[in-house]
């Protein structure tokens, strides 16, 4: 028996829905204790990982974020439409965002957008990004495109300042693990194998 047996769900209201959804989940706990728990509910997310050709470049989106009010530059993402796949709206987030597009994508996976959330955020990597089309902002978003060397990526990563920081280096790991079956992936494979290792 998991640890996951001995809770009972009891009932799920939705307490707030806006930008994100909110339902308040009561559960009988393994003592008999009913609580309630907030859990950050609705669609998953996708974001991209996308290096340039050559891998000299990672595309970022910088816009302002009002949790720490201040603009950061995160990987290129957002909401899967319904029946959308997580590649899919990986590709169309990082074309409408940035207008970079690239045919050659690789899915690293999915993680819990966090301990207190039903929902999942999905990453795609991607080599020889190129700018194709105009960005397509919706009315919610505006920002800039930058370019960040690959050479600053792992000390970008690890400073703190990139809220799907966790998710680009397990990204990372998983295509540095992974046997793609085709060339382009596997010589950023081969890059990506680098720049983990490197001092």
Not at 97 to 123: I, M, P, Q, V
Not at 155 to 165: H, I, M, R, W
Not at 185 to 199: G, I, M, Q, S, T
């Amino acid at each position: 028996m998991s640890a996951a047996d001995k809770w009972k769900k009891v009932r799920t209201t939705t307490t707030y829905k806006g930008f994100v959804t909110i339902d308040r989940v009561t559960y009988e706990e393994p003592n008999g204790t009913v609580t309630d728990w907030d859990v950050i509910a609705g669609r998953d997310s996708a974001a991209t990982l996308a290096f340039t050709p050559s891998a000299s470049h990672v595309v970022l989106f910088e816009q302002f974020r009002v949790g720490p009010e201040k603009a950061l530059l995160e990987l290129p993402g957002g909401y899967l439409n319904s029946n959308e796949q997580p590649v899919d709206a990986a590709l169309r987030e990082l074309r409408e965002e940035t207008g970079y597009h690239s045919e050659s994508a690789f899915y690293a996976g999915t993680e819990w957008w966090a301990a207190n959330s039903s929902r999942r955020k999905h990453l795609v990597i991607v080599a020889n990004a190129s700018e194709e089309f105009e960005a397509t902002w919706d009315e919610f978003e505006s920002g800039y495109v930058r370019l960040l060397p690959v050479s600053e990526l792992m000390d970008f990563l690890v400073s703190g300042e990139l809220t799907d920081a966790g998710l680009a280096c397990r990204g990372m790991a998983a295509l540095a693990r992974s046997n793609p079956d085709n060339q382009v992936l596997a010589d950023l494979r081969d890059h990506v194998r680098k720049l983990l290792v490197a001092p």
